[in-house]
């Protein structure tokens, strides 16, 4: 009996990202404990630290982990301010459509750092959100991130008003987030027009 668990856990464990589950499920309990973020535009804060399974073979963090961190971040900003709820409420989708990583100084093993999420914006079909990671041992930001987070079968606005009873008004966008916005739509313009799609809708 022991070992048919252990070889149905082995066999879970080999087809099945199990690690990014749990994790997923320790932020869900985290956040949901924590107390409630009201300001939509706040920045939130969380806590890593550079584990041996985070690192590639040049012995820093690799690359990808620093994705599936701002994954977590995410989730946990979006449990905080109630978005996540919401959305769920109103039975949309929040779906990563873009994302865009710039790496300005490696995180060491057993490194400190910290990543701040904020809602930079928001148009007619996504938010858009700036995570940082900030070393802890001088404050040097390590890596920044711009993500486009769709929602599907909703809009922000309506997210953001189920949410704070209130309509609240989106900020100007900065130059960076503008110049961003435009590589996303000339790169989607470019490959409808690869695939014909374009013609197909004239």
Not at 79 to 105: E, Q
Request: glycine share 4%; with cysteine.
């Amino acid at each position: 009996m022991l070992l048919l668990v252990l070889g149905a856990l082995l066999l879970l464990f080999c087809t099945l990202d199990v690690w990014y589950f749990l994790r997923g499920a320790h932020v869900f309990i985290q956040a949901w404990f924590q107390p409630r973020v009201r300001d939509m535009l706040a920045e939130q804060r969380i806590d890593g630290t550079v584990l041996p399974h985070d690192l590639d073979y040049m012995g820093h963090m690799n690359n990808s982990r620093y994705l599936r961190e701002c994954d977590f971040a995410r989730f946990h900003h979006y449990m905080r301010n109630g978005l996540f709820m919401a959305s769920w409420k109103l039975g949309a989708r929040l779906v990563v459509g873009a994302s865009t990583i710039r790496y300005r100084r490696s995180l060491a093993f057993r490194e400190a750092f910290e990543i701040r999420t904020k809602i930079v914006g928001w148009d007619e079909k996504a938010f858009y959100i700036e995570q940082r990671f900030v070393s802890k041992k001088d404050g040097f930001v390590s890596a920044v991130m711009l993500c486009r987070q769709n929602v599907v079968h909703c809009s922000p606005e309506s997210i953001l008003e189920f949410v704070c009873k209130r309509k609240i008004d989106c900020p100007e966008f900065p130059e960076d987030l503008k110049h961003w916005i435009s590589f996303i739509s000339a790169s989607s313009q470019a490959l409808r027009a690869e695939s014909g799609l374009e013609e197909k809708n004239k």
